[in-house]
């Protein structure tokens, strides 16, 4: 068991999430019990996860999607009511950390996609002034084809990649970033890359990816952002000794 305030320090000591500028507040967002023994870990502070958590009698939920985003509504009604009702009736506890957990070079989710897919990592690019690079760059273990990179994603992430060709015959070097990282194909591209992985895709993807000459991959915003959060709570459990289970979620998305 471990006071909560010092498991909160401790994170956000380790994945450095002061330096970040964010959509959301990374951090403790909802106390709950101040001593933790049981931590559940989940993508995202859905209603299903929190209710895994209460079942399995924990005491701190940690995501990677928690709440308070920025430009949505301040008030804590409907949905979010519910669910931030359901953690204080249950004293659990809501951790949750966005941009840091991506980024962090070890924990984060671009390390652990990487170590997912079997790619070489050269390490994060700073893509953003004044925070720490969110888009890492390296290569494959062997150059692939096209298809066999779509094929390779599908199987390791369970879930169907979307490809769209915009380069060569040979994918050899890559640049990626989880989740809604799409924005950033036009930052990959300069780096010289045959291609670039992400979670999602929008409609003018598809033409900087063509016109930029660099193939594309959407392999989910849920698929490639589920290692991150299972990584940090191993290691939380470890360090202190703490009781963990990851909570996987059905998104398709």
């Known amino acids: 068991m471990i006071p909560l305030n010092e498991l909160v320090n401790y994170t956000d000591t380790l994945l450095d999430s002061s330096r970040y500028r964010d959509y959301c507040p990374n951090g403790l967002q909802v106390q709950g019990m101040p001593e933790v023994n049981r931590m559940v870990s989940a993508v995202t502070a859905s209603q299903d996860a929190i209710q895994t958590a209460i079942e399995r009698g924990a005491d701190l939920l940690l995501v990677h999607h928690g709440y308070f985003w920025e ?9 979010k009511y519910r669910r931030i009702k359901m953690l204080m009736d249950n004293d659990i506890s809501l951790l949750a950390y966005h941009l840091p957990l991506d980024a962090h070079v070890e924990l984060g989710n671009n390390a652990q996609l990487a170590r997912v897919l079997g790619l070489q990592s050269e390490g994060a690019v700073q893509n953003e002034p004044d925070q720490p690079g969110l888009v890492f760059k390296g290569r494959l273990s062997a150059p692939m084809s096209p298809n066999e990179v779509s094929a390779h994603l599908s199987k390791s992430l369970g879930r169907k990649a979307l490809h769209i060709d915009g380069g060569g015959d040979i994918i050899e070097t890559l640049a990626w970033c989880t989740g809604a990282a799409q924005g950033y194909i036009e930052f990959a591209a300069a780096l010289g890359v045959d291609a670039y992985i992400s979670g999602e895709i929008s409609e003018q993807t598809v033409h900087a990816a063509r016109e930029l ?5 959407a392999a989910g915003h849920y698929a490639t952002e589920c290692y991150g959060v299972q990584a940090l709570g191993e290691h939380l459990a470890e360090q202190f000794h703490l009781s963990h289970e990851f909570v996987p979620q059905d998104n398709p998305a």
């Open 71 to 79: 430009g949505e509504e301040p008030g804590i009604t409907g949905i």
């Open 213 to 217: 000459g660099i193939h594309y991959f």
